[in-house]
């Protein structure tokens, strides 16, 4: 049986959400309108796939560290509070 990774999960589910825009002097924006401020810039479509992913996974741990509410994807809901005994 594979190993899924939550955070892995999450990435790729928001990830598909990804928007991207030709701009007029021939560079890309990208957006993922469920996680608000998460948006990259960049001279091809490739890179700013690579910088959307890189700051949606900073976005998505700061959100953790700081208990920041963050969309829940599908059945996927990084907001559950974890309990030790």
Same mark, same amino acid.
């Given at each position: 049986?594979?190993? @899924?990774?939550?955070? #892995? ?8 959400? $990804?928007?991207? %825009? +030709?701009?007029? %002097? &021939?560079?890309?924006? &990208? @957006? ?5 401020g998460? #948006? $990259?810039?960049?001279?091809? *479509? @490739? ?8 700051v ?5 741990? *700061?959100? *953790? +560290? ?6 829940? *994807? &599908? %059945?996927?809901?990084?907001? $559950?509070?974890? #309990? @030790?005994?």
């Amino acid at each position: 049986m594979p190993v @899924r990774y939550l955070l #892995t999960e999450y990435v790729e589910r928001a990830m598909a959400h $990804a928007v991207y %825009d +030709k701009l007029e %002097d &021939g560079t890309y924006a &990208g @957006r993922i309108p469920p996680c608000p401020g998460v #948006t $990259a810039l960049a001279p091809n *479509l @490739r890179e700013c796939e690579e910088q959307l992913q890189a700051v949606l996974e900073e976005w998505t741990l *700061l959100g *953790l +560290k700081l208990q920041h509410p963050l969309p829940v *994807l &599908g %059945d996927l809901n990084l907001n $559950a509070v974890s #309990t @030790r005994e």
